[in-house]
């Protein structure tokens, strides 16, 4: 087998690895090899919806979604890369008085950490908001106008561009079997050997399979989602993301001229679109009765990552070993998390980012999206 002497090695060309690749690059680190098993963005990253939202519930969370917007906001005129921003906002809405209080508790943090746009709304505002909703039975919903979703790819396209530009080398289709600790370094065996200084593991959930023989298991695996493009529906106007936190995570998406639709609960998930297709209209005759008869143009299925808190899986494994592992959320927190560890790797940590509390060995809490721990069956 061919043997590669390298300087780092990231695994995974994901939105994680491609943005630790060109971070580590940024910052002077030498002779970087990605490499990904199929193509780059074709894992995690490609079965998300790609929302970029400011609405969670604790500081370091609305940070690096404040972080995460930024990025997205600015991505084609800092790497000169086209990746559309479309800012249709985001709303989150309950019937239910315990989970209105959450909202409530949710939106004083994101104040508090600077995100001053939330609004919270009456039903009345909801309705006025999507007019397709049935405000009836409503409590209140948190809306974030300047929220919005993005094409994950399209940041994965930059920062391979950019990395590239640094000197960082890219390779697809290089499946890392196992990773071995040896004198003179980190052995990564694929289709040849890589010995390297350093390794950083951000294979999503291929890395669950790389850290077991190094101690770690980590609660995370792919999971399958279905979800669907409608026909075109233009007579709402654009409307912001929208899902419904007490009936099985309903959700509705404006994808260009059309509506991406989903159940994003796992109580349980549709497990195929004829499940999902009846799921969503239940749950639209309650809520939205107009989309019930929505024609649909597209049938998607995705394999995201699933597990633990949702929150990540980031830190040192071993002397010179790192990990980046998302169980959600990955595309708007996935790069300034990734800018924070490279900032770590390097020896220059963030002053301001202390991405501590999600240590790779810690153990997780509980779930913080609302719409898996409220849901209905």
Same mark, same amino acid.
């Given at each position: 087998?061919?043997?590669?002497?390298?300087?780092?090695?990231?695994?995974?060309?994901?939105?994680?690895?491609?943005?630790?690749?060109?971070?580590?690059?940024?910052?002077?680190?030498?002779?970087?090899?990605?490499?990904?098993?199929?193509?780059?963005?074709?894992?995690?990253?490609?079965?998300?919806?790609?929302?970029?939202?400011?609405?969670?519930?604790?500081?370091?969370?609305?940070?690096?979604?404040?972080?995460?917007?930024?990025?997205?906001?600015?991505?084609?005129?800092?790497?000169?890369?086209?990746?559309?921003?479309?800012?249709?906002?985001?709303?989150?809405?309950?019937?239910?008085?315990?989970?209105?209080?959450?909202?409530?508790?949710?939106?004083?943090?994101?104040?508090?950490?600077?995100?001053?746009?939330?609004?919270?709304?009456?039903?009345?505002?909801?309705?006025?908001?999507?007019?397709?909703?049935?405000?009836?039975?409503?409590?209140?919903?948190?809306?974030?106008?300047?929220?919005?979703?993005?094409?994950?790819?399209?940041?994965?396209?930059?920062?391979?561009?950019?990395?590239?530009?640094?000197?960082?080398?890219?390779?697809?289709?290089?499946?890392?079997?196992?990773?071995?600790?040896?004198?003179?370094?980190?052995?990564?065996?694929?289709?040849?050997?890589?010995?390297?200084?350093?390794?950083?593991?951000?294979?999503?959930?291929?890395?669950?399979?790389?850290?077991?023989?190094?101690?770690? *298991? @980590? #609660?995370?695996? /792919?999971?399958?989602?279905?979800? $669907?493009?409608? +026909?075109?529906?233009?007579?709402?106007? &654009?409307?912001?993301?929208?899902?419904?936190?007490?009936?099985?995570?309903?959700?509705?998406?404006?994808?260009?001229?059309?509506?991406?639709?989903?159940?994003?609960?796992?109580?349980?998930?549709?497990?195929?679109?004829?499940?999902?297709?009846?799921?969503?209209?239940?749950?639209?005759?309650?809520?939205?009765?107009?989309?019930?008869?929505?024609?649909?143009?597209?049938?998607?299925?995705?394999?995201?990552?699933?597990?633990?808190?949702?929150?990540?899986?980031?830190?040192?494994?071993?002397?010179?070993?790192?990990?980046?592992?998302?169980?959600?959320?990955?595309?708007?927190?996935?790069?300034?998390?990734?800018?924070?560890?490279?900032?770590?790797?390097?020896?220059?940590?963030?002053? *301001? @980012? #202390?991405?501590? /509390?999600?240590?790779?060995?810690? $153990?997780?809490? +509980?779930?913080?999206?609302?719409?898996? &721990?409220?849901?209905?069956?």
């Amino acid at each position: 087998m061919t043997v590669e002497l390298v300087g780092t090695v990231v695994i995974g060309g994901g939105i994680a690895g491609t943005a630790m690749a060109y971070y580590l690059a940024r910052e002077g680190v030498p002779d970087i090899v990605l490499v990904e098993g199929n193509e780059y963005g074709s894992g995690a990253t490609a079965g998300s919806f790609g929302n970029v939202r400011q609405q969670f519930g604790t500081p370091l969370e609305v940070e690096c979604s404040r972080r995460g917007l930024q990025f997205w906001k600015s991505v084609e005129d800092t790497f000169d890369s086209p990746s559309p921003f479309h800012e249709d906002g985001y709303l989150l809405m309950t019937g239910d008085d315990n989970v209105a209080e959450t909202l409530a508790n949710q939106a004083a943090v994101q104040r508090a950490q600077g995100m001053t746009n939330v609004q919270t709304l009456t039903p009345k505002e909801i309705a006025e908001v999507v007019p397709f909703i049935n405000p009836e039975g409503l409590v209140c919903g948190n809306y974030t106008p300047q929220d919005g979703h993005v094409t994950p790819q399209d940041g994965v396209n930059a920062y391979v561009k950019a990395a590239r530009a640094l000197g960082a080398v890219f390779r697809q289709h290089w499946p890392v079997t196992r990773i071995e600790r040896k004198s003179d370094g980190w052995h990564v065996i694929g289709p040849s050997e890589l010995v390297a200084q350093r390794v950083v593991v951000a294979a999503g959930a291929g890395s669950r399979d790389l850290l077991i023989p190094f101690g770690i *298991t @980590l #609660d995370m695996r /792919a999971a399958k989602h279905v979800s $669907a493009i409608s +026909e075109p529906v233009t007579k709402y106007g &654009r409307v912001p993301t929208t899902i419904d936190l007490d009936l099985n995570g309903f959700a509705v998406e404006q994808e260009g001229d059309a509506f991406a639709l989903a159940m994003l609960g796992r109580n349980p998930a549709p497990q195929t679109h004829e499940e999902l297709f009846e799921m969503f209209a239940e749950a639209a005759a309650v809520r939205a009765p107009s989309l019930i008869e929505l024609g649909i143009a597209h049938r998607l299925t995705a394999y995201p990552i699933m597990g633990g808190d949702g929150m990540p899986l980031v830190g040192e494994v071993e002397n010179d070993m790192w990990v980046i592992a998302f169980t959600g959320h990955g595309v708007m927190h996935g790069p300034p998390v990734a800018e924070a560890l490279a900032m770590t790797i390097v020896g220059k940590p963030d002053q *301001t @980012l #202390d991405i501590s /509390a999600w240590d790779v060995r810690r $153990a997780p809490g +509980e779930h913080t999206v609302l719409w898996r &721990r409220h849901g209905t069956s």
